[in-house]
């Protein structure tokens, strides 16, 4: 089945507004053609207003981080679906492995955030992966399986289609290791069975995969021609427009 391919940047805690306007300023004016993909950023909350206006004007979706599990309340430096919405955003990564590890989030907490983000009408990307210590332990598969499920846990089959599957192997996310094509699209063709297991062989067919983990220009051909592989969530990579756009044209 053709899946529309998605190509994602997480800033993390990275550019100030000036720097992300001046990012999507050179990205203008390097592109100079449309693409028929899913073009989305992740800045900082505080930027995401700022580049809400530039960002439509480029062909660029913005995203949030992160998102919090209520809806409003007493809850101090936390952000709802309904502001994200409100600043720009129209996507939100959730599960995010510096979330689970530096946050100590929970896969039940991470099910919450899901399910608020969909109810706020956002869309999600849900990031699952395995240290190194369980792929040498053979618990990979596992480890990454009960991420989706439990992800994915009460969502409503009609917000389905709204979410979309990370694969960010830990041991690879900034260290500038990158699993093989093989290892990636094994795991890729490894969670669509688990989706078809657990949602069905049409959503399983539907919803797209992408990959994280050191992607750059020069591994990204291999791994996006992947047939599991519906594309890309990148991190260091993303923060210099050329190196995005060299990723870009790629898949």
Request: glycine fraction near 8%.
């Given at each position: 089945?053709s899946?529309?391919k998605i190509?994602?940047?997480?800033?993390?805690?990275?550019?100030?507004?000036e720097?992300?306007?001046?990012?999507i300023?050179?990205?203008?004016?390097?592109?100079?053609k449309?693409?028929?993909?899913?073009?989305?950023?992740?800045?900082?909350?505080?930027?995401l207003?700022?580049?809400?206006?530039?960002?439509?004007?480029?062909?660029?979706?913005?995203?949030?981080?992160?998102?919090?599990e209520?809806?409003?309340?007493?809850?101090?430096?936390?952000?709802?679906?309904?502001?994200?919405?409100?600043?720009?955003?129209?996507?939100?990564?959730?599960?995010?492995?510096?979330?689970?590890?530096?946050?100590?989030e929970?896969?039940?907490?991470?099910?919450?955030?899901?399910r608020?983000a969909?109810?706020s009408?956002?869309?999600?990307?849900?990031?699952?992966g395995?240290t190194?210590?369980?792929?040498?332990?053979?618990?990979?598969?596992?480890?990454?399986?009960?991420?989706?499920?439990?992800?994915?846990?009460?969502?409503?089959?009609?917000?389905?289609?709204?979410v979309?599957?990370?694969?960010?192997?830990?041991?690879?996310?900034g260290?500038?290791?990158?699993?093989?094509?093989?290892?990636?699209?094994?795991?890729?063709?490894?969670?669509?069975?688990?989706?078809?297991?657990?949602?069905?062989?049409?959503?399983?067919?539907k919803m797209?995969?992408?990959?994280?983990?050191?992607?750059n220009?020069?591994?990204?051909?291999?791994?996006?021609?992947?047939?599991?592989?519906?594309?890309?969530?990148?991190?260091?990579?993303?923060?210099?427009?050329?190196?995005?756009?060299?990723?870009?044209?790629?898949?």
């Amino acid at each position: 089945m053709s899946r529309k391919k998605i190509l994602a940047g997480n800033w993390k805690m990275n550019l100030t507004i000036e720097e992300a306007r001046n990012w999507i300023r050179r990205y203008q004016s390097v592109q100079k053609k449309g693409y028929l993909m899913d073009v989305i950023l992740f800045p900082s909350f505080t930027a995401l207003y700022p580049l809400s206006k530039e960002a439509f004007k480029a062909g660029i979706t913005l995203g949030a981080q992160n998102i919090f599990e209520e809806e409003n309340g007493a809850y101090t430096g936390e952000v709802s679906g309904k502001m994200l919405v409100d600043a720009g955003a129209k996507w939100v990564l959730v599960g995010h492995s510096e979330r689970r590890t530096i946050f100590g989030e929970t896969d039940d907490r991470i099910n919450l955030k899901v399910r608020q983000a969909l109810f706020s009408e956002l869309r999600v990307i849900l990031c699952v992966g395995e240290t190194m210590e369980q792929r040498k332990a053979a618990e990979h598969q596992e480890v990454v399986s009960q991420q989706v499920i439990n992800g994915l846990k009460e969502v409503h089959q009609s917000d389905l289609p709204h979410v979309v599957i990370a694969y960010e192997p830990v041991w690879a996310i900034g260290t500038g290791q990158t699993a093989t094509p093989e290892d990636a699209q094994e795991m890729h063709a490894w969670i669509r069975s688990c989706l078809k297991d657990e949602k069905g062989e049409t959503v399983a067919d539907k919803m797209r995969i992408i990959y994280g983990g050191s992607v750059n220009s020069e591994n990204a051909t291999q791994l996006f021609a992947c047939p599991d592989i519906d594309g890309g969530l990148v991190g260091g990579a993303s923060l210099k427009p050329d190196s995005f756009l060299s990723i870009l044209r790629s898949i």
